[in-house]
């Protein structure tokens, strides 16, 4: 950005801000001073302080943030091929917690949807509630604003009970293709009995439109994650010590913000359960390729780490007749995601039901009808869709869809080239939860899918090992596809 770019952005900014700063003054003072001479006048109060709040906090930004924008700059350039230096905690050796921020954002969207709902219980005497019963649910607002007040006291508290928790790393920055070692510094009052869960992210964070119809997605590419008993804290005058370790694959994507529309991010959350407010930590966290990035895997690949059987598995792996080994991938196994959807998918069909009565232009019902027909189908695959993979004396064979029906296909031992596994759906954001597809790709590059949305790391590991045993080690390949 040129430094006239940069002033024209100052000065729009400023401009948009004035009619809201103004606007906001003369409504706030004419509603103090009828409040003064006994006149209620909260239709006014609110309003005036919501727009003074965006008004002059635009103006903050527009001041405060060039100031910020030109140390960034500065520290930039003294430092320009080591990225992991640009950002304050990253530079001293750790990564500090969000949670100051979560409260923050939390407290600012309660207060400015209180400010915006809360002229309700005002504005509509009680004669119109008894009048018309319908008018209760403009009342959904303000208690909506309870919820988010209880949502931002509760992020308070965390942030009280446990302090201003970090993750300190040894060494800056984390390596791709190395162990990333560090320690988490927070304070419980109690250890957790069942101690802390860890998991360590890279996310692709994706932003697309602009203005109103600016949206962020993140997308899960890889998750490592653990459960690390109590015994493993370290108790201290100052705090209680969590010792963090994980391998970072030799193919993961490195941290990159240079496009912050299209960003890759690296994220450790750390998990517990106490009494009182529950324990959680999240943490950005620096992963580069740098010299010391082996050009040979020294950690496992990209989706090829544990591979030790689980405890409770969700596949049925079981032998068949003459010698046949055959995976079973039952429907229904993850419930939660397939309620989700389901869900999803009545609100939907809804919305077009309600299209309809209002006799919207025929367009509309018809382009949302097309989505609405995939999300039927997605439903009805997690609820009823079910796969057999039966490994036989040189092919296998895959016969997959809904109620156990499907066509067979056969592949011989002698066309897999690789076995794998993939993120391919998730629910929630970057500490959302990740399903894992096994795919199966051919000589010819042509991709077969052997089982869908499993949920357990550990055992989509376990699968894809006893997959790539059974195919004679023809499978075996370099990287894991994750």
């Known amino acids: 950005m040129t430094a006239t770019q940069n002033l024209a952005g100052k000065v729009f900014l400023t401009i948009f801000a004035l009619p809201f700063c103004g606007f906001g003054l003369l409504a706030l003072v004419k509603g103090l001073t009828a409040a003064q001479q006994g006149t209620s006048q909260w239709a006014l109060i609110f309003p005036g302080a919501l727009f003074s709040l965006i ?20 520290i930039q350039a003294e430092h320009p091929g080591e990225p992991w230096l640009w950002r304050d905690d990253w530079s001293h050796g750790r990564a500090d917690s969000k949670t100051k921020s979560s409260m923050l954002a939390a407290w600012l969207i309660a207060s400015l949807w209180m400010l915006v709902s809360a002229p309700i219980l005002f504005v509509i005497p009680k004669e119109q509630f008894e009048r018309e019963p319908k008018t209760f649910f403009a009342l959904l ?4 604003g309870i919820f988010l007040i209880s949502w931002a006291l509760r992020q308070t508290m965390r942030r009280l009970e446990f302090g201003k928790t970090y993750f300190e790393m040894p060494i800056v920055p984390l390596v791709v293709g190395r162990e990333a070692r560090g320690t988490i510094q927070a304070r419980f009052s109690n250890i957790p009995q069942n101690g802390v869960t860890l998991k360590l992210t890279c996310i692709r964070r994706i932003t ?112 068949s007749a003459e010698g046949r080994t055959e995976f079973y991938f039952p429907s229904a196994r993850n419930k939660g995601f397939a309620f989700g959807v389901t869900i999803f998918s009545l609100v939907w069909s809804g919305a077009i039901v309600l299209m309809i009565a209002l006799h919207a ?44 029906q499907g066509r067979i ?18 629910q929630g954001g970057a500490t959302g939860t990740p399903y894992y597809d096994i795919q199966l790709i051919k000589t010819d590059g042509k991709k077969l899918t052997l089982g869908k949305t499993i949920r357990d790391r550990q055992e989509v590991d376990w699968l894809v090992a006893e997959m790539k045993r059974l195919a004679g080690g023809r499978a075996m390949a370099a990287a894991g596809g994750r």
Do not use: C
């Open 55 to 74: 008004g002059f906090g635009l103006i903050a930004a527009v001041v405060f943030g060039s100031r910020y924008l030109a140390a960034e700059q500065k």
């Open 141 to 144: 607002f303000p208690i909506a």
């Open 208 to 319: 697309t439109g602009s203005g109103d119809n600016r949206s962020t997605s993140e997308r899960i590419l890889w998750r490592e994650e653990k459960t690390l008993p109590a015994e493993q804290l370290i108790a201290g005058p100052i705090g209680t010590s969590i010792p963090v370790s994980f391998a970072v694959p030799q193919d993961a994507q490195a941290t990159d913000t240079t496009n912050s529309n299209d960003a890759i991010l690296w994220v450790l959350e750390a998990d517990a359960d106490v009494p009182g407010v529950d324990y959680k930590d999240l943490f950005e966290v620096p992963v580069f390729r740098t010299k010391d990035t082996p050009t040979a895997p020294q950690v496992a690949a990209w989706g090829s780490l544990a591979i030790s059987k689980p405890a409770h598995p969700t596949i049925v792996v079981r032998p």
């Open 361 to 404: 232009p025929f367009i509309f019902p018809v382009f949302f009808s097309l989505f609405d027909a995939l999300m039927i189908f997605i439903t009805l695959d997690l609820w009823m869709g079910s796969s057999t993979v039966i490994f036989n004396q040189g092919e296998l064979r895959v016969r997959s869809g809904l109620v156990g």
């Open 409 to 426: 296909q056969e592949v011989p031992f002698s066309e897999i080239g690789e076995i794998r596994s993939a993120i391919t759906s998730q």
